[in-house]
Nanobody
């Protein structure tokens, strides 16, 4: 059974940094496309960053480009999202996703999801 568990969210001030962690189990995620999405209250789930298996392709949303960095530790089956210079508009529940059917920014193509971790950026 595939499981994704996010952690690392919290309440921070504008300009602060956070690192989100997604711990995977049930399969080897180094050979799996993975992604981070987020959903703010009253809004649709949107992609933040997607990475293909093998890390050959990485795409960031324009809103986070230059501030967020995705990485993975295959030895730990773990995906990370380093978020720097956080802004109030980054406030959302952040979800880790995995899949091998497709690779893209549409949430519908991703097979596996974590439960989410709340990130709140406020002064």
């Amino acid at each position: 059974q595939v499981q994704l568990v996010e952690s690392g969210g919290g309440l921070v001030q504008p300009g602060d940094s956070l690192r989100l962690t997604c711990a995977g189990s049930g399969r080897t995620f180094s050979r799996t496309h993975m992604a981070w999405f987020r959903q703010a209250p009253g809004k649709e789930r949107e992609f933040v960053v997607v990475v293909s298996w093998g890390d050959s392709n990485i795409y960031y949303a324009d809103s986070v480009k230059g501030r967020f960095t995705i990485s993975r530790d295959s030895t730990k089956n773990t995906l990370y999202l380093q978020m720097n210079n956080l802004r109030p508009e980054d406030t959302a529940v952040y979800y880790c996703a995995a899949g091998d059917i497709g690779f893209g920014v549409d949430p519908k193509i991703w097979q596996y999801w974590g439960q989410g971790t709340q990130v709140t950026v406020s002064s």
